[in-house]
């Protein structure tokens, strides 16, 4: 009856046991599977994503308004302006994800590195070039270095179709998907790019993509002070009008993937934004 037990008791033991790797084996698949798929975000908690659809709306109200004139556009920038980075300091667990901290490419070298398995890709898709070299141009980022004398009207690089980025790249679906969002500018180009990074590592573009600027040198990139030291100049409007069209563009992106009933026209683009982490820092 004792050994009866005791075997009863190692029973249970392994079947205990068996349950508890069972289970981690279950979650660890669940973990791989969502890395597989790119870049996977779980939800915003409703109280940060009411104060995010907030901002968000008070930031399309304005940009929907056109300047009447230079006061007012400057006005319009300074306050929205100071919505976006609002909106970027409740974005940031987005941010921190799509853009790991150990992966970031804050400079030069840090995308130098990478460019080893970017090449290999450039290479098995069809790049030719036996002239040239990817190096860093101090002052200037990266550019290409000849590694050889070349004869006048010789060609150097040479680059298929399929790996020219663009619109194309992404299925029929995804582009009817996207087609429907509104086209304040001809930017097909960026939806098209903003995907791709948001599915990570599981796109076939990652080689690329994985070697682009963390930040750049752009007026998106100003802040309210040196955006001042631009007035009175005449590339103050240009600047302006740059950071109303990206603004917009995102605020609106957003609107369609968050802000619309289920029933709306864009219900449909929504997953290709919501499910992946878009946020402002991703999108400039």
Known sequence: MGKNKRNNKHKGAQQQHAATTTTTATATT????????????????????????????????????????????????????GLLATIMEHEKPLQRLVFPPGNSNVNDKARLAKMSAFNEWAVAGGVQS???????????????????????????????????????????AERQMYSKLPQLTNLNLAYALVIEKMRGANSSWYPYINTLPSRYNTVLYFTVQQMQQLRGTSVLSAALRQCRVVARQYVTMYNCAYMQPKNSVYASVASLFSQHGLCYELYR
């Open 30 to 81: 669940t973990t791989s599977n969502n890395k597989s798929n790119g870049i996977r975000i779980p939800k915003t908690v409703e109280k940060d994503r009411r104060i995010l659809n907030q901002l968000a709306q008070r930031a399309l109200d304005i940009l929907q308004k056109l300047p009447a004139n230079a006061n007012e556009e400057w006005k319009s920038f300074v306050e929205v302006h």
């Open 130 to 172: 036996d002239a040239v070299e990817i190096a860093i141009f101090p002052g200037y980022g990266l550019g290409l270095r000849a590694t050889r004398d070349i004869a006048e009207g010789e060609q150097v690089l040479s680059v298929p179709r399929q790996l020219m980025f663009s619109e194309e790249q992404l299925s029929s």
